[in-house]
């Protein structure tokens, strides 16, 4: 546009030039003074202006991004963001994972067991030892209740960064590749790699693994070992732009439902159940840095009433059904339909807790209306469009951070009575977002079709009881984790 102008003024100019005609040293200058006038024109980005923050909606994929909004403090992106795959499109049915579906006939086996470790490397990302194959290697695997298959990094996986001790499945004299007739496993022709049973699993972030299936076995800290799939991951697609995505890894177990599974094949937990006869159950106590994982066994009759027992309603996801959010005491006032339109799901491998758009908004204006100097929100200092809810990073004291309210997380109970799961602050505010120590808030707003996901977020202090036996999940407040008593 700029180069036609200044044709056109020069065509339009008369011979011999006038005063300010199209010579040599007036073009130059007439050619100036029209980019000076059209900078004035054209309104310009400044560096106080933050960057758009972005959520992937795409339905054809499966994992979820956040990209924080630079702010006062620049915001990072460098860190792995992560949450469930969509729900499968196959037909869902009865859940077929547990020994039993009625929960007053099953006799539970008390915790007797061992915990162990419970890593935390990063946002949304729990980890945890594990022994497979024989004779036993020892393998570190993040632990994902929004996917329901089990991979480990091959010894010749392309693109597969960084593995903590990996595993070797020529070193192992039980591993058995499954050949694609094996049954009760989808391995049709589109799933079927030189004769094995493979699979693909994509995220919505674009990442993937694809794997070759086989069977081996594996044991949890002190307990048996049993016989499972597992898949020898063969290739690796990261995050576009993060090189890093997979690293630091030696492999990934969902820890859904079957119904959810690429394959087909049951979770590990299920299978031990079926083999070993324990109680089809884990347990995770999360702390901001980690934890511990019990696997097998319930809370000790005296424990029992301690939980808030939330009932599991769907049998893909670890699926509950969500009543209300509430902060300062105020609804966000969507109604049950909205908050479950694409499921309600406690998610381990999310970072952020994500809601409807609509209750994102009103979020902030319940927050503004009871909101009294809240530093990042409604100080003096911080504009009404640069608060937390657009991205923007504040440096926080003790006493700044708790002044914020608790979010109630309001849920369907077992007994049909409503429980009330309480985030406070120092879990929705978070450090390791931005530049420094200055602080972020790890809740995002999705479209509705893509559901409630209660992650990471409201995990972080409970400890969290995954009855899959009994078809519901148990919750209860814990400052503490006790100390792992297993082999790891």
């Known amino acids: 546009i700029l180069f036609e102008s200044v044709l056109f003024v020069c065509m339009a100019a008369p011979l011999p030039p006038p005063p300010l005609g199209c010579g040599s040293g007036q073009s130059v200058l007439l050619l100036v003074f029209l980019v000076l006038l059209l900078a004035v024109m054209i309104p310009t980005t400044t560096s106080s202006l933050p960057v758009t923050s972005t959520t992937n909606n795409n339905n054809n994929n499966n994992v979820f991004e956040v990209i924080r909004n630079i702010p006062r403090a620049r915001a990072s992106t460098s860190l792995r963001r992560k949450i469930i795959p969509r729900p499968h499109p196959r037909k869902r049915g009865r859940i077929t994972d547990s020994p039993s579906s009625s929960s007053s006939s099953v006799v539970p086996k008390w915790a007797t067991g061992p915990a162990q470790k419970l890593y935390k490397p990063d946002f949304g990302v729990y980890q945890t030892d594990i022994f497979v194959g024989s004779p036993p290697q020892k393998v570190r695997v993040q632990l994902d209740t929004g996917s329901s298959d089990f991979g480990l990094l091959g010894a010749d996986c392309h693109n597969c960064g960084t593995r903590i001790f990996g595993f070797n499945k020529t070193r192992s004299s039980t591993w058995q590749p499954l050949p694609c007739t094996t049954g009760g496993l989808w391995c049709g022709d589109s799933q ?31 307990n048996d070992y049993f016989r499972t799939v597992i898949g020898d991951i063969w290739n690796i697609t990261n995050i576009p732009g993060d090189n890093t995505s997979w690293s630091e890894t030696d492999g990934l177990m969902g820890l859904a439902f079957r119904n959810v599974s690429d394959l087909n094949a049951m979770v590990p937990i299920s299978t031990m159940a079926n083999q070993l006869g324990t109680t089809n159950v884990f347990t995770f106590c999360i702390q901001m840095n980690g934890g511990t994982l019990q696997v097998g066994d319930l809370p000790g009759p005296d424990e029992m009433d301690s939980y808030q027992w939330a009932q ?108 009330t799961i309480s985030i406070p602050p120092s879990s929705y505010l978070q450090q390791g977002w931005c530049d420094g120590d200055a602080y972020a808030i790890n809740i995002v707003g999705q479209d509705p079709s893509e559901g409630t996901i209660l992650s990471d ?11 899959r036996t009994n078809n519901r999940m148990g919750f209860k407040k814990t400052t503490k984790c006790a100390k792992p008593t297993s082999r790891f």
């Open 457 to 467: 977020v409201m995990l972080i202090g409970h400890t969290t009881v995954w009855d």
């Open 312 to 419: 599991i309603v769907q049998d893909d996801y670890w699926t509950i059904w969500l009543l209300d959010i509430k902060v300062f005491g105020e609804s966000l006032g969507l109604t049950q339909k909205m908050w479950n339109e694409g499921e309600a799901v406690c998610d381990t491998g999310t970072t952020a807790l994500s809601i409807p758009n609509k209750a994102y908004n009103n979020m902030k204006k319940v927050m503004l209306n009871h909101c009294h100097n809240l530093t990042g929100l409604c100080d003096p200092d911080t504009p009404k469009n640069e608060t937390w809810f657009e991205g923007y990073c504040n440096t926080l004291t003790a006493a700044q951070l708790n002044a914020y309210p608790d979010i109630e997380v309001i849920l369907r109970g077992t007994d049909g009575a409503n429980k």
């Open 192 to 222: 079927c790699c030189e004769g094995q049973c493979c699979f693909k699993i994509t995220y919505q972030d674009n990442s993937s693994f694809s794997a070759k299936s086989a069977h081996e076995y594996m044991a949890f800290g002190n």
